[in-house]
Every structure is written in C-alpha cells, then in structure tokens.
C-alpha cells in the first residue's frame, strides 16, 4: 500500500484515471473525490474511480496523506488556501498542472510546515476531457515529470515517483523552471503557433486546406479557458521559446528574401532530421 | 475520348496516378510516360500507367495534344526548353506544382505560340511517393486548382477541368497570384513554421515530445528539396503570409508580456472555433 488516503481534487480525465489504476491495484487505501458537481462525483463513485466524495475540498482532505490536485491550475491557490489548514502533517500535496514553476509557488503559499509539496505534470492528456473518458491505463507507459521544489526532501519525492511506476508511468524528475522551459519548447509554443496559423487564415480559404494544415493546427481545438492559464502560468518559458522561434524564423525570411536556396534547404534538411528522430525514441 | 495522346513528365504519385485513372476509364487514346530512370519508367508500365515511355523527353512530347509536368517545378523551365519546339500546334500543356506564378512563367518562356498553358495543382499530395504509391483513386474527391494564366484561352481551360472531374476530382479555378497567396498561408507558411518549431527543439527535449508536437511537425518531414524549390518559387506568397502570421505573433506577445488574459483567451476562442469549422467542410 502506498497511502492510506489519497483525495484527488478534480476527478476528470486524469484523477479520474488516477483513481481507477490506485483503486484497481490496491496502491491506496481509500480514496475521495472532490468536485464542486455531485453528478461528477457520483459517476466518479459508481466507475470505481473513488471510494467516496464530497464537494467540501476542507473536508475531502482531511486526514488524506496524499492530495493530488488535479483542477485547472488557476484554482491551485484558492483551493490551497481553503484546504491548507485542513492537512494533516506528514501529507503529500501533489498535482497534475501543465506548468510548475507558478502553481507550485501558489501551492507553497499555503502549505503548512509540515507537508511536503511534490509537483506532478503526466504527460497523458488527450481530446477526450472528463471521468467519462478516465480509464486505468491511461498512465501506461506515459511520461510523467515529478518536479520537486528546492525545499522537498527525498522521502516524499520518491513516494510520489512510486505511485506513478506502480501505474505504469515512466518518471522524470526535473526542476520547476527547467520543466517550464521544456514544455514551452515541446507544448506551450507549438500550441501558440497552431493557433495562429489557424487565426491567419482568410474567409474563403477553406477549399485549399488539406491534411498537413489540419495535423498542424489539430491542438488548436483544445479548451481556450485552459490554455489561456497554460500561457498564464507560464509566460517566461513561452515568451524564451518564442524568441527562439523568431530567431529562426528571421533567419529564413532572410534566406528567403535573397533567394538563398542552399541556407533554406539546411534549414528543411535539420527538421526533417530532427522530426524523423522523434520517431525513433 | 479526352484527348488522343497524353505525355506524362515525371511518373510519381501524381503523374502515375493520373495516368492509371485516365487509361483506366478511357479518357485518354494513348499515355507516354516520359522519365530520367528506365526502371521507374518499366514500372510505370507494368502497373498499367502508360502505354510507353522513353527517357528522351523532346521524342515523348512529338504528337501529344495532352503534356503534363509532373517533375518538381524547378525543372520546369529547363524541360520547356528542350520539349517546345517539339509540341504539336494546339497541345495543352498543364502541370501539377504547388506553386504556380513563378513555374507557370517558366513554362510559357519556352512555349511556343500555337499551344495552350493551363496550369494545375491538385491537392492530393500523401506522405507516400513513387510509382509505387499511385493509385487510381488517389484525385477522387479532391480538390485540383485549376490556373490559367491571363492568355489561356476558354476552350483549353474546360479540357483540362473536364479531365480533372473525369478522375474524380472537384476543380476550381484561381489565377496564378490568388493560388500562391493562398496557398501560403494554408501550406507554405504551415510547413515552414513546423520546420522552425521542430528546429528549435533543444538536445534532450525528447522526453516532453507528446502527440501533439508531433502533428503539429509532421510536415516537417516532407522532402527538403521540394520544399526549398515551393518556397522559393512563391517568395512573395510566403513572405505575405510571414508579415500576417508575424503580427499575430506580436499581439500575442504583447497580450502575454502584459498579462492580459481577456485578449489570449480571445485568440485562442477565434482560433479554436475556425479549426473546429474546418473539420465540418
């Protein structure tokens, strides 16, 4: 057994999930579901996903050794402010958030001294939303980064990265700032982008889009409200993959400008090279 | 009987496949396929592409009313050269290139008065390439832009769309700037920003790297020098879309820089609803 007692705040997708493989494989011995829908929560209940729930966050974590936060990270902080004095000590806060760096420092603000915060960010997320979508496996051989902060001791880390292996994920631990930057690089940026590509198009443009305008812009469909505090939460890193991205894209109007064949094909023949690459990982 | 004889240059995906749906439903008397390697020229033969070939391709040309380029454009302009003064009065001569002012020039150097350039771009690309590749079915229900150039007579422009709708493909007709622009933003500007995405990628960015960067770069592993030839023979179409994706980008920066999160939510809303309309064509 893992923890005694895991409450998991949001049980959409991913606590949803997260609830079902704890549950299934006897990681945890109770868990709560916390929501601010009753439907949720009772779908949540009568999928496997939760053993009980409420829609009190004070009272869902009360007694938990383990809180996984698992909402939009906008809500980190109100939520932490309700909750934080309801901890018991020794608990674990976790979570799920694409950025870390902001809604860990949100978290932090009120932690009682004797918790332990261990930032969680799965990498398994999909156009499916919601617990109608959750399922044990999701977990299954997806990355999962465990982000401690400066001040997070070993223990708990290593509790945390042991849920996720024992689900089937692969951990990897990485710094708040450092993961930031990376996702920018990998996810944050790419969206910005598909989005604006999207958004540059013309009324009547329609009949002259085909496959590759549609794989490129696909993420763009995602949910505006949670992109928005993605970009939010992580204006830094978004903003110093955007520069990068200008450098490079100076660098081929230029070409581009005086006809320099040979700089424009490096440029294709390194992406290629590299996105072939990605997949072989 | 579409027309009598039909000279193919260049029998790959689309120039093989237009020569088996031709031959096929009968549209075409007679299909010389007109190539550089006698292997790729066999095949095309043995699958029933055309009905003969050679490799000398002012010989091939010699009688055909029907001559389509389907060479890589920059080529286009050294094939005219030697193939003009071999075209039968009256030929029509059309091609399959995703750019076409700057092509469409090249060809009509060298074409000579008594023959007809209609230009043609179906959008029926694939990740496959080759011979191997085609198929008859590959324009059905696909979009074939069809260009003529501000001298192209009626009559000839009706042929070719009139074959484009015999193999299945829906046509419609764009002058040679309109379809650059156009195509720029919705292929050109997409490629190119997917190359730079994946080109900025940092040595071991691999782990972050999830479904979604990879649709978004999946085009950046398109042929390099295809892509440089497209990107320079519609400089002025690529640059235009840059100068619009590019001032989108620096309101987003702007928005982000200032934290204003009314405005990102706003792009990403108009972006989000247009992707979605593009799945409902």
Redesign the interface.
């Known amino acids: 057994m893992h923890f005694e007692r895991m409450a998991i705040i949001g049980v959409g997708l991913l606590g949803g999930s997260l609830g079902l493989a704890a549950r299934r494989q006897h990681l945890v011995g109770h868990v709560v579901g916390i929501g601010h829908r009753s439907s949720t929560l009772e779908q949540a209940k009568s999928c496997g996903a939760v053993d009980s729930f409420t829609t009190d966050a004070a009272e869902g974590v009360a007694g938990a050794d383990l809180v996984v936060l698992c909402t939009p990270v906008g809500l980190f902080g109100p939520l932490m402010e309700k909750c934080g004095p309801r901890l018991k000590a020794g608990c674990i806060v976790t979570d799920v958030g694409s950025t870390k760096a902001e809604p860990m420092a949100a978290i932090a603000r009120h932690l009682p001294g004797e918790c332990h915060l261990v930032g969680g960010h799965p990498?398994a997320?999909?156009d499916a939303r919601g617990i109608e979508s959750a399922n044990e496996r999701l977990f299954s051989g997806a990355?999962v980064?465990v982000v401690p902060s400066a001040e997070t001791m070993a223990g708990p880390i290593e509790r945390v990265e042991r849920l996720w292996q024992a689900v089937g994920a692969r951990t990897?631990r990485i710094d708040p700032q450092s993961h930031d930057q990376?996702?920018a690089?990998?996810?944050h940026?790419?969206?910005?982008?598909?989005?604006?590509?999207?958004?540059?198009?013309?009324p009547g443009?329609?009949?002259?889009?085909?496959?590759?305008?549609?794989?490129?812009?696909?993420?763009?469909?995602?949910d505006?409200?949670m992109?928005?505090d993605i970009?939010?939460t992580n204006?830094a890193g978004?903003?110093a993959?955007?520069d990068?991205?200008?450098r490079?894209?100076r660098q081929?109007?230029e070409a581009?400008?005086s006809?320099d064949?040979e700089s424009?094909?490096a440029?294709?023949?390194?992406?290629?090279r590299?996105?072939?690459s990605?997949?072989n990982?």
């Not at 940026?189 to 598909?194: I, K, N, R, S």
């Open positions: 990498l997320g999909s990355t980064f990897r990376l996702l690089r990998t996810s940026l790419p969206h910005m982008v598909a989005a604006l590509l999207v958004a540059s198009l013309e443009d329609e009949p002259a889009v085909g496959k590759g305008l549609l794989d490129t812009t696909r993420i763009a469909s995602g505006p409200p992109w928005r970009f939010l204006r978004t903003l993959a955007l990068s991205f200008e490079l894209a081929f109007r581009l400008e006809g064949a424009i094909e440029v294709l023949r390194l992406a290629k590299r996105r072939d990605l997949l990982r």
